[in-house]
């Protein structure tokens, strides 16, 4: 099997799921990765309405790029924490796929996705359908093994410009060859969304503590208009930029945009508030 | 048309733009660079705020109307059967926006904010009748 359904799968159970309406799932971060930022958090909730999708059309399409209207970040979470994830889905055809959704660990929310949309694309595009129905099966029955998940390495990010308090402009230099490439997706490679926002918001925290210019660290509480309008492919270099679009005492708010060869590729909002741990 | 300051404002979040921009009859590709995923989300911040039920991927299904798809298009190029139609669909675009030849995949290029007001309206006097 490789690294298909291990390198960049982040659902391991299928614990409830009501045919195209709702699902619960579980995955649990290894305690040999250094960290799993939020965006793999949000990335796990996708994968599981991605699941809840794919299964209400019988495998024949799947969302893949995304947008979401709002993502609240309300903790971190730590290498063995245990996610217990849940999708309500609004809305399901051949076209794409409207969810919200949200993870948990202990009981305590740490991630929620508001208004989410995927645009369906068909399976065998990217994937084997036969293949995922049979992950699948496994999934809504005894799991598949967990821990096999590795950790991602952040892109090198090289920044290029930069007004301090004002913006800052990176390039973040995608991999030619990475083991999650082989999960997302095996036909047709495509660098992951999250891993893209997980850049920028790293880029974004940066400024937002120069906006704030006090020693209280600033934190990504909340992402909005997150839309990705066409896929990063593996090697390709993507100038990503951080704009400060307003400020006030309750928290900085910040413009991202992500652009291959001038083209936007990835457009999003983030508002940053201090830090409470 | 009522619905249209709602319909302006639900397209400027989408769009990311000022509702100023929003004119009634501006292109949404050419005017205010929508792209296919901008035409999804509006299509679902409508519904959400408008509580109605717009069919996704029908817009130009719809513009056939009762015309059968071979007579509205020949590969890929909209019949002058096809134009009739799709002029009496989309009344509210003025004549010169219609180029011929035009590609079916063009027809998106047309839609203005005036088109989703009167899917709108349409999928609320759907709604009412349904009920």
Redesign the interface.
């Known amino acids: 099997m490789g690294d298909h359904f291990s390198a960049f799968t982040f659902v391991e159970r299928i614990t409830h799921l009501s045919a195209g309406a709702s699902a619960r799932g579980i995955f649990t971060i290894p305690t040999r990765v250094r960290d799993f930022p939020s965006c793999l958090v949000a990335e796990a909730v996708g994968q599981l309405a991605a699941w809840v999708a794919m299964s209400r059309i019988d495998f024949r399409g799947r969302p893949v790029?995304a947008?979401a209207t709002e993502t609240r970040f309300h903790r971190d979470v730590r290498p063995g924490d245990v996610l217990e994830l849940g999708v309500e889905i609004d809305?399901c055809?051949?076209?794409?796929v409207?969810y919200s959704g949200w993870a948990r660990v202990g009981g305590s929310t740490v991630i929620e996705l508001i208004?989410c949309?995927g645009?369906m694309l068909p399976v065998g595009d990217f994937d084997s359908p036969d293949a995922m129905r049979e992950h699948f099966v496994v999934l809504c029955g005894p799991g598949s093994a967990g821990g096999r998940f590795e950790g991602i390495e952040p892109s090198p990010m090289a920044i290029t410009a930069h007004v301090a308090g004002e913006s800052v402009r990176a390039d973040l230099q995608v991999p030619r060859h990475a083991r999650f490439f082989a999960d997302h997706f095996p036909r047709n490679p495509v660098f992951p969304a999250t891993l893209l926002l997980d850049s920028q918001i790293r880029l974004a925290t940066t400024l937002a503590n120069e906006v704030i210019g006090r020693t209280a660290a600033q934190v990504p509480a909340r992402m909005t208009?997150v839309?990705?309008?066409s896929f990063i492919a593996p090697g390709q270099l993507v100038e990503i930029q951080a704009s400060r679009a307003a400020h006030d005492a309750q928290s900085t708010r910040i413009a991202l945009n992500a652009s291959v060869e001038g083209k936007t590729v990835a457009?999003a909002r983030v508002e940053f508030a201090e830090g409470t741990t | 048309m009522a619905v249209y300051p709602k319909v302006a404002e639900t397209m400027a979040?989408a769009l990311?733009c000022d509702v100023a921009d929003v004119k009634l009859d501006v292109s949404l590709i050419e005017g205010l660079d929508a792209?296919?995923?901008?035409f999804?989300?509006m299509v679902?911040r409508l519904e959400?705020a408008f509580k109605i039920k717009i069919p996704?991927?029908k817009i130009v299904e719809n513009a056939r109307g009762d015309l059968p798809e071979s007579e509205f298009e020949q590969k890929g190029i909209v019949t002058e059967k096809g134009m009739a139609q799709l002029r009496a669909y989309l009344s509210e675009i003025p004549a010169e926006r219609f180029k011929t030849p035009m590609k079916v995949a063009e027809i998106p290029r047309l839609f203005t904010p005036e088109t989703f007001c009167k899917l709108v309206v349409r999928a609320q006097h759907e709604a009412r009748a349904a009920a």
């Open positions: 790029a947008l809305d055809d051949e076209h794409a409207a208004h949309l645009p208009h839309k990705m309008r457009t | 979040d990311g792209e296919s995923i901008d999804l989300d679902f959400r996704r991927g």
